[in-house]
């Protein structure tokens, strides 16, 4: 299951937008368009094939044009660290908001803001011996 | 392996609990603190060190508070290592959390939170429980130019959290007793605003990091900071202000400063009530001009650089800036090639229409 990464991401939705902030990266996004519905899906925590679903009811959509569009928008939130994997189990469908998102079918829109990363100061994330801290590494491990 | 991380918090605990009953023992022979009143903050600072007691009080003169410590008061202890002849140790804690690598540790309970800069080996620690703070710095002189303009931001954005006021990346000009908060990122015009604003007329709470508090039925703006910022851009538009900078041996990456409290202390208020919130714009346009602005991309322009500058606490801040756009309306300031002109129509307008 997927599911917002709250433990880096601040998000607040308006009326037409939805603006979220990754603080640890240093990048903020505009979700607009239907990948509103699919945040609000993916708050209460949802797979693709359950987006897809979703998105299909809500708009009317062909299956596999809503598929197209989950996936698309997924890899997007993926690649961001929007959301990530969940262990959790899937709510019910009917437990989902099929209100969410525009009232007319609007295409996904996730526009992404790279212009203020360069106030975060944080290292290259890598291995650290946990009893040590940064910077030593841990023990190297060699198979004999 | 099993990671034992009761363990491995018990050593930040300890950590933590070394440094600031230190600082607490270091505060007994140092000299009486100072008072700030800082918005709905108190605090009692010492310093350990003339050098750094002259860059972190700069800024914050205009706060001193002649009232004796109140017993809701931070006490905040600064040490210049090189001048304590107590050096700050170099980071040697575990890492077993995301945010270690940023060298920011918030205990379970959100109680003590602890930040390590390695490039100037400074430690900020915070005891809420305690209201006791340590600032602890390998010499004043390695403290980078800006750190005079905004000092003790991080304890502050600490302090304000289980409040109803929060630190914002933010001027604020007022007229009138009507407070308009400007924010947007690098180059929108903001800083040159404010100055152009206060030679109209107009009054400001700062313009680079203010506080806001939103406890009553009105959102409050608090001034933390005396300091007016220019680049060298914006500064060759108001060259009458060239000899009032207070870092004219800046380097060419750094921002000129000045200093209200020396050069126009009538222009600088500790509080006003906010109107709204505008988002200043570049323009090529021969007037300027104002119109409604979505409040989501208000937020974009106010809470993303606020965030990135204050580390940790990022999600009840996040939501008072969200609050904060919600309640007040947004405009966006379409700014001409004048920014007298630009000032003083935002003055006329504020006047006139709010």
């Known amino acids: 299951m997927l599911t917002i990464n709250t433990s880096a991401i601040s998000s607040e939705s308006f009326d037409n937008e939805i603006v979220a902030i990754h603080f640890l990266k240093g990048t903020y996004f505009s979700l607009r368009g239907a990948s509103m519905a699919m945040w609000s899906w993916l708050q209460q925590g949802a797979d693709e094939t359950t987006l897809a679903k979703l998105l299909a009811t809500r708009y009317q959509l062909d299956p596999k044009q809503s598929m197209e569009a989950v996936s698309k928008a997924i890899d997007l939130l993926r690649a961001a660290e929007l959301v990530i994997e969940s262990d959790q189990a899937l709510p019910d469908f009917g437990a989902y908001d099929l209100s969410a998102g525009p009232d007319d079918y609007q295409e996904a829109v996730i526009e992404s803001f790279e212009d203020l990363q360069e106030l975060i100061a944080i290292d290259p994330v890598h291995e650290v011996d946990p009893m040590q801290g940064w910077p030593h590494r841990p023990p190297t491990m060699t198979l004999d | 392996m099993d990671i034992d991380l009761a363990a491995l918090e018990a050593r930040y605990d300890a950590f933590i609990q070394l440094h600031l009953d230190d600082a607490e023992a270091r505060s007994q022979r140092l000299a009486p603190p100072q008072h700030y009143r800082l918005g709905p903050l108190r605090l009692s600072l010492q310093v350990e060190g003339d050098a750094l007691a002259q860059r972190l009080g700069m800024a914050i003169r205009h706060a001193a508070d002649s009232a004796t410590a109140s017993d809701q008061a931070l006490t905040v202890v600064a040490i210049d290592g090189s001048a304590a002849g107590r050096l700050p140790p170099a980071w040697k804690l575990p890492t077993y959390d995301r945010r270690h690598l940023e060298r920011l540790h918030v205990s379970s309970d959100g109680q003590r939170l602890l930040h390590h800069n390695p490039d100037t080996t400074n430690w900020t620690i915070l005891d809420r429980q305690r209201r006791l703070a340590l600032t602890w710095t390998a010499s004043a002189d390695r403290l980078p130019d800006w750190e005079d303009s905004f000092p003790l931001r991080t304890i502050l ?22 407070g308009l908060l400007l924010t947007g990122r690098g180059g929108s015009g903001k800083s ?11 009054r400001t709470c700062g313009d680079d990091f203010i506080m806001v508090d939103q406890g009553e039925s009105e959102a409050t703006a608090y001034c933390l900071y005396d300091t007016i910022k220019l680049d060298d851009n914006a500064l ?15 380097t060419s990456d750094q921002k000129a400063r000045i200093h209200l409290s020396d050069h126009s202390p009538a222009s600088l208020i500790r509080q006003t009530v906010l109107r709204g919130i ?37 999600a009840p801040l996040s939501a008072k800036l969200v609050q904060l756009v919600k ?28």
Do not use: K, Y
């Not at chain 2, 954005?157 to 009507?178: C, Q, Y």
């Not at chain 2, 040159?192 to 107009?202: Q, R």
């Open chain 2, 157 to 178: 954005h600490w302090m304000s959290t289980p409040t109803t006021a929060a630190l914002a990346h933010a001027a604020v000009v007022e007229t009138g007793e009507r």
């Open chain 2, 192 to 202: 040159t605003t404010t100055v152009a604003a206060i030679l109209s007329g107009m």
């Open chain 2, 236 to 250: 060759a538009r108001f060259p009458e202000l060239a000899t009032l900078v207070a870092n004219p041996e800046r």
């Open chain 2, 278 to 314: 505008v988002v200043p714009m570049v323009t090529q346009d021969a007037t300027p001009s104002i119109t409604p602005l979505d409040p989501a991309v208000a937020l974009r322009a106010l809470a993303p650089t606020t965030l990135f500058l204050l580390r940790g606490d990022e």
């Open chain 2, 327 to 354: 309640r007040l309306p947004t405009w966006q300031l379409r700014l001409s090639q004048d920014p007298l002109a630009s000032a003083a129509f935002l003055r006329d307008w504020c006047e006139q229409s709010l």
